[in-house]
């Protein structure tokens, strides 16, 4: 019981309490401004079902692709048009399959397909949950910004907000047993796409916005492929730093702008880095995962004279695919199976567990103290963000889902597995 109560006061510390985040800023990457996952939008309800959508719309393919936006218009990839041979076992990379995919804008007034951009691609093998459109974009004024695979090789592609390519830039080999899916980010003009997989070539990649020239690369040793979302690690009075996980080189904090090495901490990990790291209180939580196994480090970064150190590990309660939220004073731990725990911060006290049912890949996210669970299946359960344990409502959208929602104009956007769906304020 002691180890379980000192590891959650670390991984509250870790999650903090990000509401200021949620200030109305673009929602331009995963999970949103600084990847909290919490969101203003006064008119959505507790209970999400039909009668409460704004408007749905069927995309022009599916995908598990999370939406982002910028401005009026959203952005997300999906796989097609027509059908996506994929590759039997086995054939892994050297498949030369051909399919189609598309990043797919629409207008976030009524979900106007406002244009697709279309690339051919040489289809993989992956795990039957993943999907050719898994990576989601990242945005800024100008331009947006993709990473997938193709024919055994890694791609960073820009379109601008009218839907023509900018520039591809390509970041080597790529060879994963699952298949792809990490996200970019974009910081100061800066993309940066990490490509820890099992091949020859992991390295991590600053780019140019504007020109995707190579501002700075970093070899890194191959391992269990990373899918992580870099997360931004603000110390006070010094630079922001972008964190990176992965098996085989631990916890990674380099500059954005140059790519220098800050601090480096080796976990021992042995499984596959999915659920992003989490950044709050001067430390940084870190999982990775396979099956039923999981692992995970609580980093306390170089303070003083001291250098970058594991404080704590947890042994229970760790996701592999979502990523916890905390919103007040109270941590919600939301793992794969469907459990969400809250957690006294001063304490560590666990004050409930409950649990939902079904698989949970979907990150929570948080509107005016309201938690909005989702399930693969689409299964939505809403609870109140407080010290006691009390169930809103529950709905069910059309179809499952893989993809976490974007909260941005006073709404909510769901992306399914082959719709986007907004809800918010009628006018």
């Excluded at 193709?150 to 791609?155: E, I, L, M, V």
């Excluded at 269990?224 to 931004?232: D, K, N, Q, R, W």
């Excluded at 939301?334 to 939902?356: H, I, M, Q, S, Y």
């Excluded at 689409?378 to 974007?406: F, I, N, R």
């Amino acid at each position: 019981m002691m180890h379980f109560t000192r590891t959650f006061i670390s991984c509250m510390l870790l999650v903090g309490l990000c509401a200021a985040a949620a200030d109305g800023q673009e929602w331009t990457r995963f999970r949103g401004p600084d990847g909290t996952g919490i969101g203003q939008a006064d008119g959505i309800p507790a209970k999400i079902d039909e009668s409460s959508y704004t408007w749905k719309v069927k995309l022009p393919g599916p995908g598990h692709s999370s939406p982002v936006l910028w401005g009026k218009k959203i952005f997300l990839t999906c796989e097609g048009p027509g059908k996506v041979v994929r590759p039997k076992r086995g054939m892994g990379d050297a498949s030369t399959t051909l399919a189609n995919r598309q990043l797919v804008c629409l207008s976030a007034a009524d979900g106007k397909v406002l244009w697709t951009w279309q690339d051919k691609f040489t289809t993989y093998s992956h795990n039957r949950l993943n999907s050719f459109a898994a990576s989601t974009p990242a945005a800024d004024a100008e331009r947006v910004y993709l990473t997938w695979a193709s024919g055994g090789k890694y791609f960073a592609v820009a379109i601008d907000h009218a839907g023509k390519k900018v520039w591809q830039r390509e970041l080597g080999d790529f060879s994963a047993k699952h298949g792809a899916g990490a996200s970019p980010i974009v910081v100061d003009d800066i993309v940066l796409v990490g490509n820890d997989h099992m091949g020859k070539t992991s390295t991590l990649t600053g780019l140019d916005a504007k020109s995707g020239a190579v501002c700075w690369k970093i070899d890194r040793k191959s391992g269990p492929t990373s899918y992580i979302v870099p997360a931004i690690y603000r110390p006070a009075g010094g630079k922001a730093q972008a964190i990176f996980i992965s098996c085989a080189e631990g916890v990674t904090s380099v500059n954005p702008a140059d790519g220098k090495v800050n601090w480096q901490v080796d976990c021992n990990f042995t499984l596959k880095a999915v659920a992003s790291p989490v950044v709050s209180g001067g430390l940084i939580f870190v999982s990775t995962g396979r099956g039923g196994s999981r692992e995970s480090a609580v980093i306390r970064p170089p303070t003083g004279t001291k250098g970058a150190s594991i404080a704590f590990k947890l042994d229970k309660e760790v996701p592999y695919v979502p990523t916890p939220i905390a919103v007040g004073d109270y941590l919600f731990v939301l793992n794969d199976t469907g459990t969400l725990t809250c957690v006294e911060p001063a304490t560590g006290k666990k004050l409930w567990r409950e649990r939902f049912s079904g698989t949970h890949y979907p990150s929570p996210v948080c509107i005016d103290g309201r938690i909005y669970l989702i399930n693969n299946k689409g299964e939505m359960s809403t609870v109140q963000a407080a010290g006691k344990y009390k169930l809103l409502a529950t709905g069910k959208l059309p179809e499952g889902t893989h993809a976490t929602p974007a909260l941005a104009n006073g709404c909510m956007y769901i992306r399914t597995i082959n719709h986007l769906i907004c809800v918010g304020a009628k006018k």
